[in-house]
């Protein structure tokens, strides 16, 4: 059986994110790498989050939003989505990605990815509640991939 599985040639899991995917500092989405993707898999969705920022803001902070993305996507290309993959809204009030920006000190960024049995209709800029109520019961397999940033 297949193990699902996300890396980014950009930064090592766990390892420090580059400068230049900081909110600040060029806001590029990093290259992401998919391993892994079950057989029965009809779309995949990725959610960026920071669960440090409960710390600083009370919340974690919704960084990215991505789904729809075809079940042969092997790769996610730098700043570019995938084909027919739609984005939500970030905890910034806009769609699309939005780079780790912590106002405080070192955050560990969680890249996660979802294999769902289904395409979900939602529209471009649904938000993380949305996503996750669309995705219930529908996840096949699901991985994470972790980065850290500091300011």
């Known amino acids: ?17 580059p ?9 590029n989405s990093p290259p ?7 057989e029965d898999t009809k779309s995949l969705a990725l959610i960026m989050d920071d669960p440090d920022a409960m710390g600083a ?18 790769e996610i290309t730098e700043n570019i989505i995938p084909v027919d993959s739609l984005e939500g ?9 939005g780079g780790p920006a912590p106002p405080d000190k070192e955050h560990t960024y969680v890249f996660k990815l979802y294999a769902l049995d289904t395409h979900l209709s939602l529209n471009k800029g649904a938000t993380k ?3 996750e109520k669309s995705m219930k019961n529908h996840i096949i397999s699901e991985t994470k991939l972790e980065g850290r940033y500091a300011p």
Request: no cysteine; proline share 3%; glycine share 12%.
């Open 129 to 131: 509640a949305d996503i």
């Open 32 to 38: 992401l790498k998919i391993k892994g993707i079950p």
């Open 19 to 27: 400068r230049q995917y900081g909110y600040k500092n060029g806001n």
């Open 89 to 97: 809204v970030t905890d910034f009030g806009e769609i699309g990605y």
């Open 57 to 74: 803001v009370g919340k974690i902070w919704v960084h990215w939003i991505l789904w729809n993305i075809s079940p042969n996507t092997k």
């Open 1 to 17: 059986m297949d193990s699902l599985s996300l890396e980014s040639s950009a930064f090592e899991n766990r390892g420090v994110i």
